[in-house]
């Protein structure tokens, strides 16, 4: 239908005008102005220059659009842009997992009705104050020590002092394989083992430095295949959720 998105990805959504029939690309930021989703919002042809109405965004979470832009890269065979996409997207999958469970869960999930959005902001900025600088292998770290630890906090105050433990604990440092596997639940123990063998780390620093490695399809069809299966997996298992999930899942709550 005309008007309707196309193609939406991260960066870009797509749309064919309804005046002139061109087929036009807009960059979220650049000439939309945010990142969305967008439910519906005028546009301007770049053609020619009409508004028209553009609506269904879709809601994935950022890190689903840069792995779904994986699929055009593996075609053209453009291996070296696959390879830096999973990687970080597999960093926003990290960032995303100490959100969901130091913030979303606890604001949306405990009987606090009254959170305050003051108290949201600035744990959210103490939480980003303690991440801002982990690159993958810290950010995995986090998820990594805070299932062993079982650090999920319930509400807010309990949020505020286990967001503490991430500085004051090093939470971004490795964590002995031993540890691991005295971890009771067997399905969360293995999870967290493969997450430790990732290979998509290691394969992003080799592109992108200074050796620029060019590496074969098979290499990039085990990491967006294989490990981007466990990133799945993790996420229901753990679980790893967005603040409109959480939102969501808390209005079913109150409306039973």
């Known amino acids: 239908m005309v008007g309707n998105i196309q193609n939406p990805d991260y960066e870009t959504v797509s749309a064919v005008c309804e005046h002139c029939g061109s087929f036009c690309v807009f960059n979220r930021i650049d000439d939309i102005g945010e990142p969305g989703p967008y439910s519906g919002r005028p546009v301007t042809c770049h053609v020619c220059g009409e508004n028209f109405w553009i609506h269904g965004d879709i809601i994935n979470p950022a890190y689903e659009l840069l792995i779904s832009s994986v699929h055009g890269h593996l075609e053209t065979k453009r291996y070296m842009q696959c390879v830096a996409i999973l990687g970080q997207a597999w960093e926003m999958f990290f960032s995303l997992f100490a959100y969901s469970n130091y913030l979303y869960r606890p604001f949306f999930t405990s009987l606090e009705l009254g959170h305050s959005v003051e108290h949201f902001d600035r744990l959210s900025s103490q939480l980003y104050g303690a991440t801002r600088q982990y690159t993958f292998n810290p950010l995995r770290n986090v998820l990594i020590n805070t299932v062993i630890e079982r650090v999920h906090p319930q509400t807010l105050q309990e949020s505020e002092a286990a967001i503490c433990r991430i500085v004051n604990e090093n939470f971004g440092k490795d964590r002995k394989k031993a540890d691991i596997e005295e971890f009771p639940n067997a399905q969360v123990r293995d999870l967290l083992?493969?997450?430790?063998?990732?290979?998509?780390?290691?394969?992003?620093?080799?592109?992108?430095?200074?050796?620029?490695?060019?590496?074969?399809?098979?290499?990039?069809?085990?990491?967006?295949?294989?490990?981007?299966?466990?990133?799945?997996?993790?996420?229901?298992?753990?679980?790893?959720?967005?603040?409109?999930?959480?939102?969501?899942?808390?209005?079913?709550r109150r409306r039973a």
């Not at 493969?194 to 085990?222: G, M, S, W």
């Not at 294989?226 to 679980?239: G, M, R, T, V």
């Open 193 to 252: 083992k493969q997450l430790q063998q990732l290979t998509i780390a290691d394969l992003r620093n080799n592109v992108v430095h200074q050796a620029a490695y060019r590496p074969k399809r098979a290499e990039v069809i085990k990491c967006f295949e294989e490990e981007i299966d466990l990133l799945y997996n993790a996420k229901h298992s753990l679980p790893v959720y967005t603040f409109e999930y959480w939102r969501f899942k808390s209005g079913q």
